[in-house]
């Protein structure tokens, strides 16, 4: 009897060690192509610019809007490491998004 109890503990733990992990990343990369991940990622950035132009108009408060991009910060870096892993490289920055980057350092800075 206890040959097959530490039989089943045996058993018990090969299983949990020899499961691969789970990840977000790698689960996204089996579910997309490169085409929806392009689309996935032209969303998500749509979404953090929504939430910059509702801070710069006032509708959101200065704390919503951190938040809100907490909160897409990890989706749009699974995305990018997907697109990365199916051969996208970086796409270059258009001149809006380079000026808005240089707005955000200058605010951060003050």
Do not use: N
């Not at 939430?51 to 910060?73: C, N, P, Q």
């Amino acid at each position: 009897m206890e040959w097959a109890l530490l039989l089943l503990f045996a058993l018990l733990a090969a299983g949990l060690v020899g499961l691969p992990r789970w990840s977000p990343a790698s689960t996204l990369d089996a579910a997309l192509d490169i085409d929806e991940a392009r689309e996935r990622q032209r969303l998500l950035l749509a979404e953090l610019r929504d939430l910059d132009e509702d801070a710069a108009a006032g509708r959101i408060s200065a704390a919503d809007r951190r938040e809100g991009r907490r909160a897409l910060a990890p989706r749009l870096r699974a995305t990018g490491e997907a697109l990365r892993r199916l051969g996208e490289g970086p796409r270059e920055r258009t001149d809006a998004a380079a000026a808005h980057g240089a707005e955000e350092q200058a605010g951060a800075s003050k």
